[in-house]
């Protein structure tokens, strides 16, 4: 084919390797499983958290510090454990140590600070850099022991000199005991002050210094459980509205709330759900129609939701069906048989916008991801792979044969491999700059451009 | 006579029938599959998508009989973590009550994470 040009950029745009990070042995531990992936504000910074409980951030160089050809490359910049595995004495049930979510909150001094959250206890982070010790105390030597005092016989003024740089990571607030259910979403308000988590069946309001106490803004556990037929899967607060947010629901409708309007939102200010002919329904309607992520385009006119099988774009004024609908797999609508057995009919996929809202990505299976051009409405299918991984290869566009005679480099579905799945990935919010995790691997690709 | 009339019906019949079938499989490709999955498991719960599903995942998680059910699986693993194997076993619950042996067993997470080298 032509070379991956026009998807996400302009036509001559065209996306290539840049970075690999992980190990390479076939043997996956599963606490290498990367969970979530997040870009912050500036895209300065790349936070990946993963099913050990760990978090890895890395920094884009500067550009100009070394090689030309090296062109802002992400680096190690800290990594901590976040959360560890915990026992639920009541149930008798483990809780998982993994990293759900990571949210960057907006950078307000030197340091920086993000959320995470796993299924239960959602903790506020601070990394801040060291890069100047005091050296010439008095009462210790250099090496941190104590010097006898009668041996001091003068007085020294402390002298700052310049260290290694040294990043440190330490947990500043612990939001815990908030959830029955296990949390789907974390979102930062665009008050800086406040977010919101949700579960299952709940969504909580936090502010950011109180740990001790939340509000719960959604509640929709029935009061019999035999009654449940619907849970929350994913929540966001709005970009520049503070008192909205949405939410989704594995029946795949999505609910606008209004804070201002009640101090409890379980009636929603707009219900967003696209009819569905009553005539197709099938066992796995409801299935594949569940919202597994739902985000807020950065104009905040847009709303995107993946379900398995699709992306769709909402206009936030127009609540009876979806303005844009973009196949990600279609080809696997004649294998949901086989993928409810395998259980991958239940993957959850993420989407996400470009900085500028006029492309969207998300993952799919084989290691493919899609990016969508709302604007030319050219899409492309993309892989990340060991083998495209020279610097700065140009990535060949990839193509699933689904019947019929199968063209030369072209994929057939049953050699689709389910067991990679690509369902995390990211935008840099200003630059072509995108993270996909493949597993246990974080691929870093760029736009073609120096 | 009568015969070679009824004869005729059901050529006519077989042939809307199978223009039927073919318009299913043209037109749903999820309602073959639906019915592949029903063929397999003919007991598959009548509320499709309901409430199964979501109580199962509700009550996603390793259970085990007790903490220190729980202590001594982590402990084990701490002295063999080569014991990786039976990560994906189903959950054990309901049936009977799970023992160290039943359940699958945990690599905790000691080492830094591998994309951190």
């Known amino acids: 084919g032509a070379g991956n040009a026009g998807v996400g950029g302009g036509n001559d745009f065209q996306w290539c390797f840049s970075q690999v990070k992980g190990a390479i042995d076939e043997d996956v531990a599963e606490a290498d499983i990367i969970s979530t992936v997040e870009f912050n504000y500036s895209g300065d910074l790349l936070a990946t958290g993963d099913k050990g409980g760990r978090v890895v951030i890395f920094q884009r160089e500067q550009e100009g510090n070394n090689r030309s050809h090296s062109r802002g490359e992400y680096n190690v910049y800290s990594t901590f454990q976040s959360h560890e595995p915990e026992f639920d004495y009541l149930k008798s049930l483990e809780i998982e140590e993994k990293i759900n979510k990571i949210r960057w909150l907006p950078q307000q001094n030197a340091a920086h600070f993000l959320l995470s959250t796993n299924d239960k206890t959602i903790k506020l982070w601070k990394i801040s850099e060291r890069d100047k010790r005091a050296e010439g105390y008095n009462l210790k030597d250099e090496n941190g022991r104590l010097r006898d005092p009668f041996r001091i016989t003068s007085l020294r003024v402390p002298v700052l000199k310049p260290m290694d740089l040294m990043v440190e990571a330490s947990p500043r607030r612990i939001f815990a005991n908030a959830h029955t259910y296990h949390i789907n979403s974390i979102s930062v308000n665009s008050d800086h002050e406040t977010y919101l988590s949700a579960d299952d069946l709940r969504i909580n309001l936090w502010h950011l210094e109180i740990t001790d106490r939340s509000f719960n803004i959604v509640d929709i556990k029935p009061a019999n459980m035999e009654e449940l037929t619907e849970v929350i899967t994913a929540a966001e607060c709005h970009p520049n509205q503070c008192n909205v947010f949405v939410y989704s629901s594995s029946k795949g409708t999505i609910r606008l709330c209004d804070m201002r309007a009640s101090a409890l939102c379980d009636r929603h200010s707009k219900f967003f759900e696209e009819p569905e002919d009553p005539s197709s329904r099938s066992f796995f309607s409801e299935i594949i129609s569940s919202i597994s992520d739902v985000k807020f385009s950065h104009s905040g006119r847009y709303m995107m939701t993946r379900d398995y099988l699709s992306v769709k774009v909402w206009d936030l004024n127009m609540e009876s069906r979806p303005v844009e609908t973009y196949q990600v797999h279609e080809y696997l609508r004649s294998k949901l048989c086989s993928l409810y057995e395998n259980d991958c009919i239940f993957d959850k996929f993420e989407c996400c916008w470009n900085g500028s809202d006029n492309a969207i990505m998300t993952g799919s299976y084989n290691n493919f991801f899609r990016m969508f051009d709302r604007n030319t409405r050219r899409d492309i299918t993309l892989e990340a792979s060991r083998e495209s991984s020279k610097p700065r290869a140009i990535l060949k566009p990839r193509k699933v044969c689904t019947g019929g005679k199968r063209k030369k480099d072209e994929i057939s579905v049953d050699s689709l491999d389910f067991n990679k799945k690509i369902l995390h990935t990211a935008w840099h919010p200003k630059e072509n700059i995108i993270a996909v995790a493949a597993t246990n691997n974080l691929y870093i690709f760029q736009d073609k451009i120096n | ?117």
């Open chain 2, 1 to 117: 006579m009568s015969s070679e009339v009824e004869k005729v019906k059901t050529i006519e019949d077989a042939s809307a029938e199978e223009q039927r079938e073919m318009e299913d499989k043209v037109v749903s490709p999820e309602k073959v599959e639906e019915a592949k999955l029903k063929a397999r498991y003919p007991h598959l719960g009548a509320k499709p998508g309901g409430s199964d599903f979501l109580r199962k995942r509700l009550q996603k998680g390793q259970k085990y009989f007790d903490s220190g059910d729980y202590n001594m699986a982590k402990a084990k693993m701490k002295n063999k973590q080569l014991l990786s194997a039976a990560a994906d076993k189903t959950e054990v619950t309901g049936d009977h009550i799970p023992t160290p042996q039943d359940l699958p067993q945990r690599k905790p997470s000691l080492v830094a994470s591998k994309l951190a080298v």
